[in-house]
C-alpha cells in the first residue's frame, strides 16, 4: 500500500467525518467546522489523485490547493462575521427559528 | 511495508479520529482546539506527501489563522450559548456520510490508477520554469502561469474583508481583552517575537521564488505578529477605516492590476510579467494586504491604530 492510496481512503473517511457533522450538528460554528474539515479532504484528495512529477506532487495542484486554503480560510471568516451578528440579532447560535425550539 | 508507510497510516488514522471528535464532539471549545491539531496533522500529510509550500501554509493558515479565528468568535457569542444535544436521530445523516465518503474514496482510488498523460500541466511548467527566472515551480503557477487565479483570490479577500465590514453594521469593534504587558513574559513576547516574525515574513516571501514559501506563507507569519498586537492591545481596533488601512487593503489587488496593465503599454502581452522585479513587488504587496485583511477580520475592526495616537 503506498503512501498516497493511504492518504485517499483517510481524506475520505474525513469528508464522511465532515458531511456527517454537516448535517447532524445544530451549532453553527460546529458546522463551520465540520465545512473546513471537508476542505481539507478535498485538498488532499485533489493533491494525490493529481500525480507527480520527478520533483514532486504536480506544481498546479499545489498551488490550487495553496489558493484553496487561502480562500478557505477568507469564506470563514466572513461566516463567523455573519455567525457573530446572528447572534447579536437573535440571541440563536443554530438556522432553527425560535418557534421551532419548544416543537 | 516500509516506516514511511507505518507513519502514513498512524497519520491517517490519527485524522480521521480527530475529525470524528470535532464533528461529534460536546465541547465547542475542546473541539476548535482539536480542530487546530487536526490541521497540525494536515500540516504534517503535506509534508508527507512531498508538498512543502503546502505543509507551511496548512500550517499557519488552515490550523493557526483558523484556529485563531474561530476562538476569537467562540468568546464573542459567549460560552453561554453551548449547543443542546441533537435531538433528531443521526442514522440517515451516518449513511449519507458512509455513502459520500465512499464515494471519495472511489473516485480517489480510480484517479490514482490513471497514467499520468505525458504534456500535463505540471510537467509543462517544469519545464517553462527556467525563462522565468523563478526556482520554485509553486511560485512559478501562482505568479506566473496561473496569475490570473492568483489575482482573482485577492479579489475573493477584499470581497470577505468587504462582506465582513457590511455585517458588522454599526457595532462597536469587538473589545480585546488585553493583557498586561507589564507582566516579564508578554513584554518580552512582544519585543522579541514581534520582530522575529517580522524576520520570517521577509525570508519566507524572498525564499519563495527559489524554495518553499512565498506571499501565503509570509502573510501568515505576518498574521500572526498582527494577532498577536492586537490581543497585547499594541494595536487598537477602530470603528473607521483610514485612508492607509483602505489603500494597504486593496494593495495586493492593485499591484496585479497594474503591473499587468503597464505590461501591455510596454510592448508585452497584458497581464505578463516582465522579470522577476514584478514578482517580487506583486508578493510584498500580496503580504501586506493579506496580512492587514486577515488581522482586521480577527479584530473584527474597520482600522487599526497604534496605541499611542
Redesign the interface.
Known sequence: MSTEVVYVLAASAVFGAGVYGLIVANHLMRKLLALNVMSSAVFVTMLTVAGTTPEGPDPVAQALVLTGIVIAVAATAFALALLVRLVQETGLVSLRAKDDDGA | ?TV??VV??M???A??AL??R???GGS?FR??VL?IL??LL?AL??A????P??AL??AA??AG??GA??L???R???AD?E??P?R?R?G???V???L???L??V???A??G?E?VPD????A??EALPGTGLGN??T???LV??GL??ML?MA??LV?LL??WT???D?RP?RVHRVDRRTPLVGSLLTVVAPITLLVAVHLLLAGTDAPGGA?QACAVLTGCGVLMVLTGTLRPTAVAGFATRLLVVAGLAAFVLVGAGAGFVGHAPMTLTGTWAVYLIETAMMLS?AL??TL??A?ARGLRGEGS
Open positions: 511495508m514511511g508507510v502514513d497510516m497519520l491517517g488514522l485524522l480521521v475529525s470524528l470535532v464533528v461529534t465547542l473541539d476548535i480542530f487536526f490541521g494536515v500529510s503535506w508527507r506527501l512531498g508538498a509550500d503546502l501554509a496548512e493558515i488552515g489563522l483558523t479565528l474561530m476569537m468568535a467562540y464573542s457569542i459567549g450559548t449547543e443542546r441533537v433528531r443521526p440517515v445523516a451516518l449519507v456520510a458512509v459520500t465518503g465512499s471519495v474514496a473516485i480517489g482510488l484517479a490514482l490513471i499520468r500535463a500541466a505540471g510537467d511548467v517544469l515551480a509553486v512559478g503557477v501562482l502561469f496561473r487565479d492568483t483570490e475573493v479577500l470577505a462582506g465582513a455585517v458588522l453594521g457595532a469587538g501565503f493579506i485583511t486577515m477580520l480577527f473584527r
